[in-house]
């Protein structure tokens, strides 16, 4: 079936740094979403990429859905403390979606 | 307020007695889906519904059950719970127009079986 593979798992970042995390799909998706999840909280959506190399921006946030429709990154620039949570991207193939396992996010103030 | 309602948010049960989670929205979307979520297997999608009468199953099916009689509701069911069906699990909606569009989870419902 398909599989959203997520890289890091983890992130420990310095407040003020910048960091990306990956999602690779093995399968050709229709479109993309990203949620982001509070401790103790429920998956909040963040945004949604559908046409290949879409690049869309969100304050410090750019996300980019690659050319194959296969893979997509999120790129955080100057963390902050509010940044704290799991990222996760979901890929929607025949109206089923997979989620990535989410990269876990901690800052370092 | 637009919302996303599951009940009961927690719930300790023992192997093998059935039980129902409920899950409700009030934005008249056709796209419903349950969700499990395991530490390190981010959310697996169990069903999930195109409209009322119209539901599929997601990676993990296997031992779920779910209906969608009305269009507002997806109840989630355990005829037999096990163990490893220990998990947190969320319900969402979206709307489908030629297309998915985000996702509104509901709170989340901690279910225990021992």
């Known amino acids: 079936g398909q599989q959203v593979m997520q890289i890091p798992q983890y992130q420990h970042v310095q407040e003020g740094e910048d960091f990306t995390t990956y999602c690779n799909s093995s399968?050709?998706?229709?479109?993309i979403q990203w949620y982001k999840q509070r401790p103790g909280g429920h998956p909040v959506f963040l945004i949604q990429l559908v046409k290949s190399g879409e690049v869309k921006k969100q304050k410090r946030l750019t996300f980019q859905f690659g050319e194959a429709k296969k893979n997509s990154s999120l790129h955080i620039t100057a963390t902050q403390t509010t940044d704290v949570g799991t990222y996760f991207c979901?890929?929607?193939?025949?109206?089923?979606?997979?989620f990535g396992a989410g990269t876990t996010v901690t800052v370092r103030a | 307020e637009a919302q996303v309602t599951q009940n009961p948010r927690y719930l300790i049960t023992v192997t093998g007695k059935k039980l129902t989670v409920t899950c409700s929205q009030n934005m008249n979307h056709e796209y419903m889906s349950w969700y499990r979520q395991d530490p390190g297997l981010g959310l697996r999608q169990i069903y999930y519904s195109m409209n009322v009468e119209v539901t599929d199953k997601g990676d993990v099916p296997e031992g779920y059950k779910v209906s969608r009689k009305e269009k507002r509701n997806f109840p989630l069911i355990l005829e037999s719970p096990s163990p490893n069906q220990t998990s947190l699990y969320f319900c969402a909606s979206s709307l489908y127009r030629e297309g998915l569009y985000e996702q509104y989870f509901g709170p989340g419902t901690r279910l225990t079986v021992t």
């Open positions: 979901a890929g929607l193939r025949d109206y089923k979606l997979s």
């Open positions: 399968t050709t998706l229709s479109n």
